[in-house]
């Protein structure tokens, strides 16, 4: 059959057809060990880095056993247990030295990054950076704090992966500006954590570095993309990280870990010397932020990062101080607050959360004023979504070139691989049937030019004016409204991407947004979680009750949103949250 292949295809000559058939199973073996060359080199790379990281974490074994050895006495459980505003004065008086608290957090992230792998690499240098803030003559707002860095914010002499192997190769030749701003203020950044391959997930894993696992419950996510972080700080082995939010990378790994996170207006705090596998994204910008086990530590963080050395190293952070009057005030608010967004319904949960915390806001004193935010689904695929695949997914696509793909994202990835055509297509065939699936599959098929593009950017302007007169016409300073929870069993954030529209509107209008902890799942709630079926009953509604069934006693959040700019009304309002919720408890 082959020889009459070839005979059809080259009629007018006289084929060699043995010699063809040699070359053309020349060709073909060629190819086979091409990509198993290709594969083995990339299975070096990825056991090079790991053995690296490995050989990383011994030595700072060792150190710690050092340490130990020499200061024997030291009370490691008194000094994690601190909040980190009294760990601050602690190290400000000098009842507490900077190398003790250092080693005391150095073992203590050995001990969870055992238990959770939360870890990328540890950072040599903070015994130099310790060595450092003691020729300072100013001790600075966090001085002789360690803090946590997310893999992607630049450190020089160190890797900025992604999770991805072809970003192995590369050392940042220098510091991101707010690595060194928080080295100016006093801070030793002491560790980089893991994230999801490509930072596109709300998973935590990679084929290099692997599953990062929640520390509250092995089985569930840690969130992310921030999810090294939030392993790290949930586990106890950060006082303060810091995150990057795109689409909630900061405040989802909050939600599941229970802590506090804050994504502020994206230029307010300084993205230079900061890495992505996909850079030139602007329709919806990228943020940084921290996270911590308490509102005050966020505040603190935020204070001590807008100061004149950000302002001076990147020209173009508006040089606007922490205002610490907005953020100490005890004026009532006037709250608007919803439960869902119409989009993708939270479980009973989430909703209870925000119902609760609305009850006890209204009994303190504050002003509660139901509120719909207009056009979630159109925001979500139009808006969102059209961002990110404008050119069909091809760009994102490319970063796996030479790589592994992780299976949490094999779903993406297949989804953006089909020809724009079946796209467009399928999206007409599911969408009497699966809407919410057909208006993903059409965003996924991306624009066609750039006067498109253009038009597409116009409308994420025309939406963000619009939610802001809706906004002033019901004079609100805040809005109260769920935030995507509890923790997923992992493997299922990879399932279901579009669940994260609680936290992606904040992103395309770049609002100020955190997460506050409030309660934790009980046995009533998996209860009525039997009855969940979402807004349409199809099989995102049923994965999303699989995803989350299983989580008594695992926290469960609020989202708390301000206007651009107003990162300290924000953390008032989370920091009222908080101790509204606390009080409760306590009662």
Known sequence: MVQQLLRQLLPERKVNTSAALALLGGSVAALVLWKWLGKKMIQKKMEEARRTRDEGMKKMAKAVQQFREQVPSVQTDAILSLPLLELTGRLQEGSLSPRTVLYTYLEKALEVTQQTNCLRHFIPECEEQLQEIQRHKEKGLLYGIPVSIKDHIGHKGHLATCGLVQCLGTLMEEDSVLVKVLKRQGAIPFAMTNVPQSLFSYDCSNPIFGQTLNPLNHQKSPGGSSGGEGALIAGGGSILGIGSDIGGSIRLPSSFCGLCGLKPTAERLSLSGVTGPINGILAVPCALGPMARDVDSLALCMKALLCQEMFQLDPSVPPIPFNEEVYSSSTPLRVGYYDTDGYFPLPPCMRRAVKETRCALQAAGHQ??????????????????????????????????????????????????????????????????????????????????VKEMWNHHHQIQVYRSQFITRWKELQLDVVLCPVLGPAFTT?????????????????????????????????????????????????????????????????????????????ELCLRFMKEVETLSRDKRVA
Not at 396 to 401: A, E, I, K, R, S
Not at 429 to 443: G, W
Not at 509 to 523: I, K, Q
Not at 534 to 549: E, H, I, N
């Open 368 to 449: 509660l004023v139901p509120f719909s935010p207009p056009r979630i689904p159109y925001v979500m695929t139009e808006l969102f979504f059209k961002t990110f695949f404008a050119d069909g997914g091809r760009a994102w696509l490319d970063v796996f070139t030479g790589d592994i793909v992780d299976p949490g994202l094999k779903p993406q990835v297949n989804s953006c691989k089909m020809p724009r055509l079946v796209k467009k297509l399928l999206a007409l065939l599911l969408k009497p049937l699966f809407p919410r699936l057909a208006a993903y599959l059409s965003a996924l098929a991306g624009m066609r030019s």
């Open 491 to 567: 493997g299922y954030p990879g399932k279901l991407l579009t669940a994260i529209s609680s936290t992606m509107l904040y992103n395309v209008l770049n609002f100020p947004a955190g997460v506050v902890p409030v309660s934790t799942v009980t046995e009533a709630d998996e209860e009525e979680l039997k009855l969940y079926q979402g807004c349409c009953d199809d099989p995102w509604d049923r994965t999303l009750k699989q995803a989350v069934s299983g989580a008594v006693g695992l926290p469960v959040a609020v989202q708390c949103v301000a206007l651009p700019w107003q990162e």
